[in-house]
């Protein structure tokens, strides 16, 4: 039959290649060997110290890949080093410069970096050429402009110095430009360790650096396995690791840095929730379930992996999601028709299978398109897959597949979307589909997610933060807010470091006559009450000159625990406005003021201190709490436009409960400084005060109880500083700690952080003056405050 | 509710001995108006959009298929003149083009016969008809008529149904209608729906293509029910636009009428065609609209039974595209006979 004929008759799609020569020409110019990259130069390791890299869709080796040694690592820290000291003193202007360029030669080379990221990864060509490296280049010209601008829009703000950065294999170019841009912007200098299946990219942006003129050292790779990433986190040359990867090596991270004085972000694994409402547009959502979970093969850390769907309408919508998912075409990567590609490597596929065989087992109903289960691909390939009849009990709706499974299940009410939504140890995105703003908004704001699609999914955009709640990391990446990850106050570079605080007296009797009258013990202060320690042992409290003045409770475990059942019990709070909350802290700032002179008295008693400083100690925690009851009303967060009918707000959401471990200077000043901005925002606190003069936390809850702050808002625990701060760090139903006390202190919290992976912001022993009103107050603090979340919303009519 | 009849019917392709089994095209009926099936749709536009945009990079046909493609869309265009100065010579050379759209050497290159490839119909005014049904006598081509005050169909009911009848009368098989906007606006589906069952009583055997005009109608909310409703009062296609809106076929208007097609042939077993018009110049333009029909619907979408390209300039830069295909290149439209 005439060829035309037949087409015409069949109306096939055909193969559409796109050319792989140029890649294979680049490959061999290379021969096929990839290197490190430190100090500008390509260091290649002995064969015998290499590993294959292979393209997953055909199995074809590619090249042969350096693996990086712990002397590798030192070799490019050492060359960003030597680069940092040049580069963190350009200007903003130059900086920008170098940005720019890289941002015009990424465009320049954009095939080129399209095709290779599809033969390395195995993602279609359609989302290399169209999402990916469109996003890299953007990334390039948005920090282009952080450089230029940080003197004048983040002022006293340093970069934080050398970073380690280490980049997962889904996006292997956009999350080498979503860490290096705004570190680059910043002006620290960069050692990147690529994923192991993933290096060719990193390698000719390496290329691109030379190209563009990048200064030697400023941009350093090391390539390599688990073990090279962990010679990189154990370097005590960088100032930063940033980390994208799964939440089990984020945990380990977070453990291998513990007390090594270094910032850390995280962005881990997802659940990720993709509600669709009963008032959806359905044929939307099948399309958003497409971007959601059959993008990039599903190997997307915040791929909508979790369908909720409203019972009503759950039938209807299968049914239009399965005959969407007949039209899906899976195949040849380079194929531009190609919406599924490979599956990055062959481990991959045994994980997706075994998770999948676990659903089946689970009594979960599979479905999966009729031209898949005909003619099964070899190879790298899985077809998109629905699970239907998921139980939140099911592990299908509980862990990560990282693959096309998608696992549906329903619910009844809005209520209870949002129940079953944050019923994940997880937080990364989720997507809401509704026609209705009232819905769509109201479930925006309850869901515990740091990005949130309306009506759509999987859009970013380097102006717009991204990054977790809970399990699924800190730190965000994109905005001004990525910009904080890579910088530090500038003072704080020059903080010396605490004295040796003086061991907590034992709780036991001292024998000491406490001078008669009626006795005072401290107790704790919980849920708006005074309760006992549960440990049933006071410890003495001394003034400076080590005579016993009072006692105070012992706390221990279950008096956290009990603080922390108190905090979540009040949800008033977080509901109020800021002007509501504003208008109890001036009544707070004012009560303060008229017990002034009692305050005066007891810290010049306890802490021995003069009359003037005891004044001053007094007017300016009066002061810190009116500077809060200001910001209540106006640290709301802010909006941006990525798009004509879009726009992302980024709303600085308190952290529910966020616990404070106080330090003994400026006892009073610094537990007010420390508590006003979390509460300003609208956290509820489990404070521990000052462990050696604990007494002024107990004079200052009678003002809180007289200032209308509702029970539950702070919570007062006293006893030893780092016994309790380690309980904290232990609970995981408080979602942030802050601690000032010692390096040990420190590094104990970050430690044991690690268990739900909450945020911590810690002193590492470092002193902090508490009167400056750089150091002691402002948006450093409400900054650590809050959690931004990023809500995405399309319009139009 | 469902309808699906099948029709014995002789394969002749195969050997002759051979019965297929086919879902025939049953011709849609006149149903009761049930606004319960389109009250509460609302269509989410920037969804839509996204769908439409990306449809052209996840979708893409190269070499053969893609000449395959473009002589598919010569075989939906209803070749189209409707302006002041139309006249019977003018007609008559359309419809020469329409028995004819290739050029012979183009035809004999491809291995096709003589006169294999034709246009979907001929589409021209009803006072035009008598005309272009003599020039493609004996050609099967049908001849589509617009009426009922084409473009505004803002004249009055009696003389907009005369119109229809003259149109049939005078030999066309299919009639190209335009509702009353203003009945979409004020959301009174039920007098829209009263006068499209006029009409198509009126189009008797004719067929009726019933134009939303959605460029008038702007939302996509709009466009859904008023194809629902349109679907409801029997017409055999719904078409887009009738060319002299200020925004024609967009693909986001497309795609929500192949799905308000799909959704009624769902409800119903009866398949209502569809018809994008305005606009579509390009060879491309008219490969993303089959591949659009042939993601969102079945495959006898694809053909002109149930779809169709309102055009008149697109033909020309079909044949400069097949002509490349065959030569490698580009060509000029003084290489092709004009319509």
């Not at chain 1, 370097?235 to 090594?260: L, N, Q, W, Y």
Request: overall charge neutral.
């Amino acid at each position: 039959m005439n060829d035309i004929r037949s087409l015409m008759k069949s109306m096939e799609y055909g193969p559409a290649p796109e050319d792989a020569a140029p890649v294979k020409a680049w490959l061999e110019r290379h021969n096929r060997r990839i290197g490190h990259f430190i100090g500008g130069k390509f260091v290649f390791a002995a064969k015998s110290k290499s590993f294959a890299c292979n393209n997953p869709a055909t199995g074809e080796k590619l090249a042969e890949i350096s693996l990086g040694t712990p002397s590798d690592v030192d070799a490019a820290v050492a060359a960003a080093t030597k680069a940092f000291a040049s580069w963190s003193k350009l200007s903003g202007n130059a900086r920008a410069r170098h940005l720019y360029a890289l941002a015009r030669q990424v465009q320049k080379h954009s095939r080129l970096l399209a095709v290779l990221e599809t033969m390395d990864n195995g993602k279609p060509i359609r989302e290399s050429r169209d999402i990916d490296i469109p996003l890299v280049a953007r990334h390039f010209y948005h920090h282009a402009g952080w450089a230029e601008l940080l003197e004048s829009e983040l002022p006293g703000q340093v970069p934080v110095g050398v970073c380690g950065q280490i980049i997962p294999w889904n996006f292997p170019l956009l999350m080498l430009a979503w860490k290096v841009a705004p570190a680059l912007a910043a002006g620290c200098t960069v050692v990147l360790k690529p994923a192991e299946y993933t290096p060719l990219s990193a390698m000719a942006f390496a290329e691109i650096c030379n190209e563009a003129g990048l200064p030697a050292g400023v941009f350093n790779i090391v390539n390599g396995d688990g073990s090279t990433g962990a010679a990189m986190v154990a370097h005590d040359g960088f100032a930063k690791i940033a980390f994208t990867g799964s939440t089990e090596v984020g945990r380990i991270i977070r453990k291998a840095t513990a007390g090594k004085a270094k910032k850390l972000s995280l962005e881990l694994g997802g659940k990720s929730p993709f509600i669709v409402h009963s008032e959806a547009d359905l044929d939307a959502a099948v399309e958003g379930v497409v971007d959601a979970i059959w993008f990039n093969q599903g190997e997307v850390c915040c791929a909508g992996s979790r369908a909720l769907v409203q019972e009503g309408i759950a039938d209807r919508f299968h049914d239009l999601l399965k005959a969407r998912m007949e039209k899906l075409r899976m195949g040849d990567p380079l194929d531009k028709a190609i919406d599924i590609g490979a599956v990055v490597d062959p481990v991959q596929i045994e994980n997706i299978e075994a998770r999948v065989r676990e659903g089946v087992a689970s009594g979960a109903q599979i479905w999966q398109p009729s031209w898949a289960q005909a003619a099964p691909l070899k190879g790298c390939f899985y077809p998109p897959t629905l699970f239907t009849g998921v139980e939140p009990a099911s592990r299908l709706a509980q862990e990560e597949v990282f693959g096309p499974v998608i696992a549906s299940m329903t619910f009844r009410t809005p209520g209870e979307a949002v129940e079953l939504a944050n019923n994940t140890r997880y937080g990364l995105a989720a997507s809401i589909w509704s026609q209705s703003l009232d819905v769509a908004f109201d479930t925006a704001r309850r869901l515990k997610a740091g990005v949130v699609w309306i009506n759509s999914t999987n859009l970013f955009d380097a102006a717009a933060g991204f990054g977790g709640y809970r399990e699924s990391g800190f730190g965000r990446e994109g905005g001004r807010e990525g910009m904080m990850e890579y910088l530090v106050p500038a003072w704080s570079k020059k903080a010396r470091a605490l004295p040796p605080s003086s061991p907590l007296p034992e709780p036991l009797p001292q024998g000491t006559s406490l001078g008669g009258g009626l006795d005072r013990t401290m107790k704790n202060y919980i849920g708006g009450a005074q309760a006992r320690p549960d440990s049933g042992y006071s410890y003495p409290v001394l003034d400076a000159k080590g005579r016993l003045v009072s006692e105070a409770g012992f706390g221990n475990r279950k008096d956290i625990r009990n603080a922390v059942e108190a905090a979540h019990a009040e949800s008033h709070w977080a509901g109020m406005t800021g002007h509501g909350r504003a208008q109890v802290l001036y009544f707070l700032a004012e009560n303060l003021e008229a017990r002034a002179a009692d305050f005066e008295a007891r810290l010049k008693r306890l802490c021995g201190v003069s009359d003037a400083a005891a004044r001053r100690e007094v007017e300016t925690s009066v002061a810190r709490i009116m500077h809060y009851a200001a910001w209540a009303d106006k640290y709301d967060g802010a909006v941006r436009a990525p798009a004509a009918n879009m726009l992302s707000l980024a709303l600085n959401e308190p952290f529910e409960v966020l616990a404070i471990s106080a330090p003994d200077e400026a006892p009073l000043l610094s537990l007010v400084s420390l508590v006003l901005p979390a509460i300003a925002v609208g956290n509820r606190v489990v404070v521990t005060p000052s462990q050696r003069w604990p007494l002024l936390a107990g004079d200052l809850y009678q003002v809180l109880d007289t200032s209308d702050v509702p029970g539950g808002v702070v919570n007062f625990v006293t006893g030893p500083r780092d016994a309790l701060a380690k309980d904290i760090a232990k609970h995981d139903d408080i979602a942030c700690h802050w601690y000032f006390g010692t390096a040990e202190g420190s590094a104990s919290v970050e430690l044991e952080s690690a268990g739900n992976l909450k945020p911590t912001w810690v002193n590492n022993g470092k002193a902090r003056d508490w009167y400056s009103p750089i150091e002691g107050q402002g948006r450093e603090f409400l900054f650590h405050a809050v959690r931004i979340k990023t809500i995405w919303t399309p319009f139009g009519v | 509710m469902k309808r699906p009849v099948a029709t014995p019917e002789k394969n002749t392709a195969g050997s002759g001995q051979l019965i297929a089994l086919r879902e025939a095209h049953q011709r849609n009926e006149i149903m009761p108006l049930r606004p319960e099936w389109f009250e509460r749709i609302e269509v989410n536009l920037s969804a839509a959009q996204r769908r439409a945009s990306s449809l052209g990079g996840r979708r893409t046909v190269k070499k053969q298929w893609q000449a395959a493609w473009l002589l598919r869309a010569i075989q939906v265009i209803d070749l189209t003149t409707l302006a002041g100065d139309d006249s019977p010579g003018r007609v008559r050379r359309l419809c020469a083009k329409a028995r004819n759209p290739l050029r012979h050497d183009i035809v004999e290159a491809l291995g096709l016969s003589p006169g294999e490839i034709r246009t979907g119909a001929v589409c021209v005014y009803p006072s035009m008809v008598s005309v272009a049904v003599a020039a493609l006598a004996g050609t099967g081509i049908p001849v589509a008529s617009v009426a009922t005050g084409f473009p505004a169909g803002l004249t009055p009911l009696p003389q907009r149904l005369a119109e229809i009848r003259y149109a049939v009368d005078q030999g066309a098989d299919e009639i190209d209608i335009v509702i009353h906007r203003a009945h979409v606006f004020a959301g009174n589906w039920q007098a829209m729906y009263d006068e499209l069952v006029q009409m198509r009583e009126a189009c008797r055997h004719a067929h009726m293509k019933a134009i939303l005009a959605t460029g008038d109608l702007k939302t996509l909310t709009n466009v859904y029910r008023a194809s629902m409703v349109a679907m409801m009062a029997g017409s055999d296609f719904i078409k887009t636009s009738t060319g002299m809106e200020a925004v024609n076929a967009t693909l986001p208007v497309s795609l929500i009428m192949a799905r308000a097609i799909r959704d009624f042939h769902a409800l119903t077993g009866f398949k209502v065609g569809f018809k994008p018009a305005g606009g579509i110049r390009k060879a491309k333009d008219a490969l993303d609209r089959l591949v659009l029909m042939k993601e969102e619907l079945p495959h006898e979408w694809l053909e002109p039974d149930l779809f169709r390209l309102g055009a008149s300039a697109l033909l020309t830069d079909i044949e400069r595209q097949i002509e490349h295909y065959l030569t490698g290149r580009y060509s000029a439209a003084n290489r092709h006979a004009m319509a």
